[in-house]
């Protein structure tokens, strides 16, 4: 009598279903164990039942995550140092949500409110939408307005907390005399829709001319830029001014710029107390990277979650247990 293989949940191109047994046991192995959660749940889709349970039982790991204010500029605003990437990975969006992550970034794309949100209250979240018109067309003050209604139309939210103006200005002239971004803004601002002034400025002229000219300009509460290891002195010198005026900073491509010279550099890795861990490195390094009187130049970093095992490592950069386990402060 012959038997037909089973394919390898790891290298089969669909994903398998657990059942409840099997489900159950390898959690309860898991939470008592420890260990990444992609070395038992890896090839396999959980379902959404599953995926609540998975939730729960992640934040047990890292304790709970630190939260502090995004620049003086913005009230209250205290978010965890990791914001929740809106094409991050739709399953981890609970567990996000679970261990204590506050921030959704680029909400404005979302066509509809996912169902994890609607089961909690909308002020206990924040959200930005990146506001595409700025570095082609920034006087395009009515397709930028609509860009924010049309969207909050669809998905729900009610108000942004940060209209973005996303990719930033191409030059300080432009900044400086095509405002209908910024005039789309103060007409949303007035209708509730959103709250904070932000730019996510790209690198199309050195950070120092730019950013210099957005602090001076006074209307931007939050900075989104390019920062990661191996950022130059004089960005970081300039980032540090721009937060000394109360404005939040955000760095992006942390990973993905700095992934490849924090593979090269073992040393900086095992500064960071985490030899071979190159994501939680990356993001240890930019947070708690210190500006002349000492202080931490960024809030938080942007982290496009895509698996369990980046959920649980850029989460570990954090994570007041696993700093504890690793012997790392951060500040």
């Not at 729900?156 to 432009?174: M, P």
């Not at 789309?184 to 996510?200: C, D, I, P, W």
């Not at 550099?265 to 500064?271: F, I, L, S, T, V």
């Not at 990277?289 to 931490?296: A, L």
Request: hydrophobic share 35%.
């Amino acid at each position: 009598m012959s038997h037909t293989q089973q394919p390898d949940p790891s290298t089969s191109r669909e994903p398998r279903t657990l059942s409840r047994r099997e489900f159950v046991k390898r959690l309860s192995a898991l939470t008592a164990m420890g260990g990444l959660f992609s070395s038992v749940f890896g090839g396999y889709m959980l379902t959404s039942s599953q995926q609540v349970e998975a939730a729960e039982a992640m934040p047990a790991q890292f304790g709970k995550l630190p939260k502090h204010q995004l620049g003086k500029k913005m009230g209250k605003m205290e978010v965890v140092p990791i914001l929740i990437c809106q094409d991050s990975n739709p399953q981890l969006l609970g567990p996000c949500l679970a261990a204590g992550m506050n921030f959704i970034h680029k909400a404005g794309y979302w066509n509809s409110m996912p169902n994890e949100l609607k089961k909690i209250p909308r002020e206990s979240y924040f959200t930005d939408i990146t506001v595409d018109s700025t570095p082609n067309n920034p006087d395009n003050e009515e397709g930028a307005y609509q860009q924010v209604v049309q969207s909050l139309q669809k998905n729900g939210f009610g108000y942004y907390d940060i209209f973005r103006a996303h990719f930033g200005w191409k030059t300080v002239d432009a900044l400086k005399n095509q405002r209908g971004t910024y005039r789309a803004y103060q007409r949303l601002k007035k209708e509730g829709k959103v709250k904070y002034f932000g730019v996510s400025q790209h690198d199309w002229i050195p950070y120092p001319e730019i950013i210099e000219a957005i602090i001076e300009d006074g209307t931007v509460c939050s900075i989104q830029a390019f920062i990661h290891y191996g950022t130059p002195p004089d960005a970081w010198a300039i980032f540090e001014k721009a937060h000394k005026a109360g404005i939040g900073i955000t760095a992006m491509k942390t990973v993905a710029y700095g992934g490849a010279p924090m593979r090269n550099n073992p040393a900086e890795q095992a500064k960071m107390k985490t030899p071979g861990r190159i994501g939680c490195s990356c993001i240890r390094e930019a947070l708690t990277h210190k500006g002349s009187d000492g202080k931490p130049i960024v809030d938080v970093c942007v982290s496009s979650l895509q698996n369990f095992d980046m959920f649980q490592e850029n989460l570990g950069a954090i994570a007041p247990k696993i700093c504890k386990q690793d012997g790392f402060k951060l500040i």
